[in-house]
């Protein structure tokens, strides 16, 4: 029997990089001694609150459908979030509710471009990147954001790479796996390109909650009539699990992505939508309680790390995780992650899964107890020492 075309497009990468994680997940659910690193998931609990909240709306029966494109109260609420963080204006009718940022990566994808079509992604980038938006039909650009640069766009390659095919741009800001906040000069020239090629400006700011202050630059408000705002309370309330995302931006590409959402998703579970709402009514406590927590662990890992052999950390600016530069022992990031692993029980992503920039390096999620750290950090330092590198 044949499958489309599509499935090819969906293959590959994205899904190879998690081949070790999953080794290490089943070998810990198995009781071995095992210390997994290797995924963005917050090492501790939803919010009471938000947790206390579903299973009231489940105990009063709210597990019908629900309004395709969210419910209003919640529409509101991210409205209020995003012009929070934004100091852009917006309508819950420019908002649709979806199953997590990466649903509406996948949303965006669908609805900005198509076959012929080129889009283009900052280099390193989430590994579903690619899928995501091949899965449209159009061809994925990509534009470095070298690790000789410290990770930052490079913005006359961004330039060179718009073609008369370009339809939009997709980055995350902070950036998954630098911790790289895109500046306000960076994105005045990005804006600008944008308005002189007519692109659509596609802002993954599912890290955002983590940035200081809760916020980070954006164009929405200057280019509202191009930007997409992706959001979630994945990592700022540790709520990965519920799938509870949205985008933001305008009211026409909102019809579209709402008449997407009708063939596709047919709304998130109310009782979702209404704990959802609960996180973001404390959404400034519980987003300072993940950034203190992340920010001492970032601080915990650079000291144990600090003179390991061979391995430079590179500092993010914010989020969960830190890139570490393994060059120096001789191997690729994806024989350090095998290698450490094999040996010390440390599961942690092979950079190269990001793209060619952070081939030489690995991500570590820094997000858990500083227990477990120290001891991840002790193996990492012993399995890097007894590397038969010249340095
Ligand atoms: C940059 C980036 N975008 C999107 C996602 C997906 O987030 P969500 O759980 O909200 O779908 C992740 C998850 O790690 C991410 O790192």
Redesign the pocket.
Known sequence: MRFSALVERIAGEGADAWVTHYEARRAHERGENVILLS???PDFDTPQPVRERAIECIRAGDTHYTPASGRLPLREAIAALHSARSGCAVGADQVVVL???????FASSLCLAGPGDEVIAVEP??P??PATIEASGARMVRVPAPAANGFRIDLDALERAITPRTRALFF?TP???TGVITSEAELARLGELARRHSLWIVA?E??AGLAPGGRVPSLAAAMSDRVIT??????SHA??GW???WIVGPREFAVHVESLVMCMLFGLPGFVQEAALTALGIAPAAEAQVRDYCGSRREFLLAQLQGAKGLHCFTPEAGMFMLIDVRATGLSGFQFMRGLYESEGVSVLDGGAFGTQTGGFVRVCFAAEEDVLREACVRIRRFAASLPANY
């Not at 199953?99 to 990566?105: C, H, I, K, R």
């Open positions: 995924v963005g998931d199953a997590g940022a990466q649903n509406a990566l980038m989430y579903t990147y995350a950036s998954n796996p993954d599912v890290y992706v959001g979630s309370l994945s990592k709520m990965t799938r509870a995302g």
